[in-house]
């Protein structure tokens, strides 16, 4: 499997996103970035795939990482800006301002990775999740 870790760009140069898997599936987590945001830090997981057909939409101020779960998958990108290399940042693992969750968040993807079904939620996401200008579409 290959995993993309967390990775946004810095305004001007910030993106909304849509991505789509194509073939095969991923598992891929979006984290709110936007401090002073009520969410910030907080974290949802989707599966992505080809059978499935979702799409998701990830606003500016959002960091994106996924890991594949078959052989040969392909994702497809859109984006509302260029890529710009200067303003591309990553996230570490251990960032303890932003990765509160870290934990919990890279158990799962390294569970995912290896191929294990993890269910677990983050408590009180779901909810304002619902309130955000993103989810996955058909």
């Known amino acids: 499997g290959t995993l993309r870790g967390l990775h ?3 305004p001007p140069y910030a993106q909304d ?18 401090k002073g945001s009520p969410n910030y830090g907080k974290w949802k997981s989707f599966t992505l795939s080809e ?18 779960l078959e052989k040969k998958t392909i994702i497809c990108y859109k984006f509302s ?11 570490y693992w251990n960032d303890k ?3 509160k969750m870290h934990d919990s968040y890279f158990k799962r993807l390294w569970c995912m990775y290896q191929g294990e079904d993890t269910s677990d939620k983050m408590e ?3 909810e304002a999740y619902n309130n955000l200008p993103m989810r ?3």
């Open 17 to 34: 996103k849509l991505v789509k898997c194509v073939r095969g599936a991923i598992f891929d987590v979006i984290v709110d970035i936007r």
């Open 8 to 10: 946004f760009q810095l």
């Open 97 to 99: 301002d932003i990765l």
């Open 51 to 68: 059978d499935n057909g979702d799409q998701l939409f990830i606003p500016k101020g959002f960091a994106h990482g996924f890991v594949t």
């Open 136 to 138: 996955p579409i058909k």
């Open 124 to 126: 009180g996401f779901e």
């Open 81 to 91: 800006d260029y890529y710009n290399q200067i303003a591309e940042k990553s996230l």
